[in-house]
Nanobody
Framework: QGRLEESGGGLVQAGGSLRLSCAGS????????MGWYRQAPGKQRDLVAT???????NYADSVKGRFTISRGNAKNTVYLQMNNLKPEDTAVYYC??????????WGQGTQVTVSS
């Protein structure tokens, strides 16, 4: 199924923006659904946004209107544009890809820290 690798995390002040990227490699297939999840210290990993191969998107209520997920032209590439960031957005952000009924593929995560 290949691998996924995230990039673009960092430290930003509240109200700022970041763009996360996720690039896939090693697979000849395109994921049906790709998504972003996040995990804050001591909390479970939660859905942030998903996008299907047809372009349908889904967002967590907490990020609607601030975050935008999109797929790149390269196979198994997905982005997350994050605007108006808040301290509560601080977490490790993980990229995810799903192909049919197979187990999802996860990236290693990228840290996003939003200071107040």
């Amino acid at each position: 199924q290949g691998r996924l690798e995230e990039s673009g995390g960092g430290l930003v002040q509240a109200g700022g923006s970041l763009r996360l990227s996720c690039a896939g490699s090693g697979s000849i297939f395109s994921f049906n659904v790709m998504g972003w999840y996040r995990q804050a210290p001591g909390k479970q990993r939660d859905l942030v946004a998903t996008i299907t191969s047809g372009g349908s998107t889904n967002y967590a209520d907490s990020v609607k209107g601030r975050f935008t997920i999109s797929r790149g032209n390269a196979k198994n590439t997905v982005y997350l544009q994050m605007n108006n960031l808040k301290p509560e957005d601080t977490a490790v952000y993980y990229c995810n890809g799903v192909l049919g009924g197979l187990a999802p593929v996860w990236g290693q995560g990228t840290q996003v820290t939003v200071s107040s």
